[in-house]
């Protein structure tokens, strides 16, 4: 099995393909990884194996974006069988206020000679 990218022209009602990788494989789970503008494809093998690919149709190695490059690829000792996607921004955390005394500048500890 081939990892692919492909994309929908909606004219015309079909998938045209991109970008493939040319190892064969026995994928056991795939996930889509957002960066920005960079869309990579991250998927596990039967080798227990993480890899991300990236369709970079500038890169030498793509062959003029027909072949999905390899971006990243660890042995991780255990079959992954599901990617979870959490988000990498949290959303912001409310501010807490200062009390009054403390954005005026008083300060009860004052000393009084």
Partial sequence: MHVQYLS????KKRLDPLG???ENVLIYATEFVV?????SILFSDQDKNLL???YDKKSIESLEGKRLV???????????????RIPT???SQPQIKPKQN????????????
């Fill in 52 to 54: 991300m690919l990236q």
């Fill in 8 to 11: 929908w022209t909606d004219t």
């Fill in 20 to 22: 493939r990788d040319y």
């Fill in 89 to 91: 921004v949290l959303p």
């Fill in 70 to 84: 390899r971006k990243a690829a660890f042995n991780l000792g255990a079959n992954v069988n599901k990617f979870v």
């Fill in 35 to 39: 960066d920005g503008q960079i869309l």
């Fill in 102 to 113: 403390e954005q005026n500048g008083d300060n009860n500890n004052k000393n009084n000679n």
